[in-house]
């Protein structure tokens, strides 16, 4: 059987620098992304891959996906598919509420349940993306950060009774990242504050956490299970400070 590895959210940013590594490995990857179109086009730009359009919050979707790709042997399951909604307390209605929870915190559940069969075959592993947010509180992200929250210790729960069957789990936590997305929102304001928080004074690329991940999954991390790695050029580590008191 051909090594495979399944990554969500796989059409932009993380998800697809993500998969470039894999390919780099040698993997064969399933692309995974409930935007079929866009999809469908980068995925027609690569070798080795195979893209399903899959809604990782209906359980039904995620159940096809497994079923359709149960011929290959998935030693990697990336949980990257997310939704970032942002907004103050007030303003965040129960439907903004349970659509964020239903992609990025049940559907790392639905699809590490979906794949788990594979992965003890194959004794695979798992990376669930979380945030930063998930470890330090911000405003406007009561429903995400919460979200975020919740997989860190999903995560954590899977690697302990997943661990006995030989599947790791760990959960990456990217800093601000500077994605296509990220630099069309944020204001030149924003970006210098981001800037001024974090000790390497920058954004991370796409590619850094991409790194991590593949790490995280590969031989090399082979006694790593239960782990949140912080990739933040430090954000977390600096908790609440003033930029001005640092030289």
């Not at 079929?36 to 070798?47: I, K, P, R, Y």
């Not at 990782?56 to 359709?68: E, F, Q």
């Not at 390497?200 to 006694?223: H, M």
Request: charge should be negative.
């Amino acid at each position: 059987m051909v090594k495979t590895a399944v990554v969500t959210g796989a059409a932009r940013g993380i998800g697809l620098a993500t998969t470039k590594l894999f390919l780099d490995a040698g993997l064969h990857v399933v692309m995974v992304d409930n935007d079929g179109a866009e999809l469908a086009v980068v995925a027609e730009s690569l070798e080795n891959v195979t893209p399903h359009d899959c809604d990782v919050s209906d359980p039904a979707s995620v159940a096809r996906l497994a079923a359709d790709v149960a011929e290959l042997e998935i030693v990697a399951l990336v949980n990257n598919a997310g939704l970032a909604d942002f907004g103050p307390i007030e303003e965040t209605t129960y439907e903004r509420w349970r659509a964020v929870m239903a992609t990025n915190l049940d559907g790392v559940f639905l699809m590490t349940q979906a794949f788990t069969p594979a992965l003890k075959a194959a004794k695979g592993a798992v990376v669930n993306i979380a945030s930063i947010s998930a470890l330090r509180a911000s405003t406007l992200r009561v429903a995400y950060g919460t979200s975020k929250a919740g997989v860190a210790h999903l995560t954590q729960q899977q690697a302990v009774e997943l661990g006995e069957h030989g599947i790791r789990v760990n959960c990456v936590c990217p800093g601000p990242v500077r994605t296509k997305l990220a630099m069309a929102v944020h204001t030149q304001d924003i970006i210098d504050a981001y800037h001024d928080a974090i000790p390497l004074n920058r954004y991370g690329q796409e590619s850094e956490i991409a790194e991590a991940i593949v790490w995280l999954c590969s031989d090399k991390a082979s006694f790593v299970t239960g782990q949140r790695l912080s990739v933040d050029g430090g954000f977390e580590a600096t908790g609440i400070g003033l930029a001005a008191l640092r030289s």
